[in-house]
């Protein structure tokens, strides 16, 4: 369930950026067009006005316009729009009258509201439009996941049954091995190898599958040094401290023993020339130090496929992450400079 929920809000994100993405040049695009259609229509509204008073002008054949008698001046522009704060007017000369000039107006408070009513239409014009936008950029960001949630599907499928198929020659790989003489060098290498490839074995299972696990009662002790005793001769030129008192718990020991192998692998292969991997527990919390170059951003360390460096596909610390969960573990990461550590809180599988 774990693992359907992180695809889900995967796809949800991704669906939510193309949507967005889409949606937003759409309506910029709209806003431009609707902009320039509001200035055009204004100008158009102005026009109008203009054409029927100079046709007033000669005719007097229009009940929207009003007349007033003013006086002539030097800088008086005729026969064009203008604008004072009343009204929308323009002025017409008497043939027989130099001193007054007529002026035919449209009071400025009627023609704001035909601004208001055209920009009302427009934006109701443009709201429609952005609900087919919106429409349009649903269809169009499912229809791009389409192809890709398939894909996902189809490597999920062929994954599973790569991890099908390794599970027998695995298996017989480590029996066979347990038959032969373990104090050889090249058998207890073979070995080392063999474990390795099985616990990424279980990696991918647990990554893929919605596992159910049980519950039993297990020293943690044992589990921190059967890994310990499996990592420290890989790497032995780092410097290795231990300090783990017996303590009893409650959980699954398999599902655990992977989180602690994730962790030390994590803290081996991301460490420094001559480091440290230092392990506490206290207080009912299990810290996993390694000397490391930084970390640039901590709180992605656990997301699928995160990874700072080339080494690693970036789904150790997602297994962890997913593992903790559903053993109901807590987890965090510290970053203190170089230092980085992971911290398991065991106190709700702590047995009393």
């Not at 400025?108 to 952005?130: D, H, I, M, R």
């Not at 169009?140 to 999920?156: G, Q, V």
């Not at 616990?199 to 159910?212: E, F, G, Q, T």
Request: aromatic share 12%; with cysteine.
């Amino acid at each position: 369930m774990y693992e359907e929920w992180v695809i889900k809000l995967s796809e949800k994100e991704a669906l939510l950026k193309s949507f967005l993405l889409f949606f937003l040049v759409m309506e910029i695009f709209l806003l431009f067009i609707f902009y320039h259609y509001n200035k055009i229509e204004k100008e158009h509204l102005k026009e109008n006005i203009f054409l029927e008073m100079k046709n007033y002008s000669l005719t007097f054949d229009n009940n929207r316009f009003e007349i007033d008698i003013v006086p002539y001046s030097k800088n008086t522009t005729l026969y064009e729009l203008l604008e004072d704060k009343k009204t929308l007017h323009i002025l017409v000369p008497f043939p027989n009258n130099q001193k007054d000039l007529l002026k035919i107006y449209y009071p400025l408070a009627v023609y704001q509201s035909l601004v208001n009513k055209l920009e009302n239409t427009l934006l109701w014009q443009f709201l429609f439009l952005t609900f087919i936008a919106i429409f349009i950029s649903l269809l169009f960001s499912s229809y791009i996941l389409k192809p890709l949630r398939e894909s996902l599907k189809l490597l999920e499928i062929f994954i599973k049954d790569i991890i099908h198929d390794l599970n027998t020659p695995i298996t017989s790989i480590l029996i066979n091995l347990k038959m032969m003489d373990a104090k050889n060098d090249k058998v207890e290498s073979i070995t080392k190898s063999a474990k390795t490839i099985a616990m990424l074995h279980h990696n991918l299972d647990a990554y893929l599958k919605d596992v159910r696990y049980k519950s039993e009662k297990f020293d943690i002790k044992e589990i921190i040094d059967e890994q310990v005793a499996f990592f420290a001769p890989m790497y032995h030129y780092l410097e290795w401290k231990v300090d783990i008192d017996s303590i009893v718990i409650q959980s699954d020991k398999n599902a655990l023993s992977r989180v602690i192998y994730n962790l030390l692998s994590n803290a081996t292969k991301h460490n420094t020339a001559n480091g440290n991997i230092h392990i506490t527990l206290q207080n009912h919390i299990l810290s996993i130090s390694n000397s490391s170059y930084g970390i640039k951003n901590p709180s992605r360390v656990f997301e699928r496929f995160y990874k700072e460096g080339e080494r690693g596909l970036g789904i150790g610390l997602h297994i962890v992450k997913k593992l903790c969960t559903q053993l109901e573990i807590p987890i965090e990461v510290k970053v203190d400079e170089t230092i980085v550590t992971f911290r398991l809180h065991l106190s709700k599988v702590t047995s009393r």
